[in-house]
């Protein structure tokens, strides 16, 4: 019986690859007054529902879902987390 | 003593608020064959690190740039976490 996954998906750019606007947002953070803040870098965060039959299948799908259009490999890393939605399932 | 804490920051739309970005990826998901996505509602996702002298005034500092610039309150929601850096601190 096929099932609702809730997908949580968070898109960062590598460590090697320069992040313009994360270093414009620190300048900005900077100019504010938060003169201690650093490292600031900007990725993004996807949430999804996806249904499947078990959730390992729904962990498959997300995978190729980020590898093939929400993330760039060649410049992005991504992880995600997957938990399936407790919904009232007639047996 | 100051200490450097590291902020993980997850910046999303309101409920209410539509997001064509998320229907755009939606319907890319769809066309790409992952028939059973549906919600995708895109955010973002921000690291930085601060120094500060403890954690509270840490969380403080990272609430005060969310509300300020990171995340729009009229239309976006914003949750984050806050971890000091471990270091090796001479007494």
């Given at each position: 019986m096929s099932q609702t996954y809730q997908a949580q998906i968070y898109v960062t750019l590598r460590p090697s690859v320069l992040d313009p606007a994360g270093t414009a947002v620190q300048s900005g953070l900077q100019q504010l007054?938060?003169?201690?803040?650093?490292g600031v870098r900007i990725g993004k965060y996807v949430e999804l529902t996806v249904t499947a039959e078990t959730e390992a299948e729904a962990r498959q799908q997300v995978d190729q879902m980020c590898d093939r259009?929400?993330?760039?490999?060649t410049i992005e890393n991504y992880r995600f987390e997957v938990q399936a939605l407790t919904e009232g399932v007639a047996a």
């Open positions: 007054g938060f003169t201690g803040v650093a259009l929400l993330a760039n490999p």
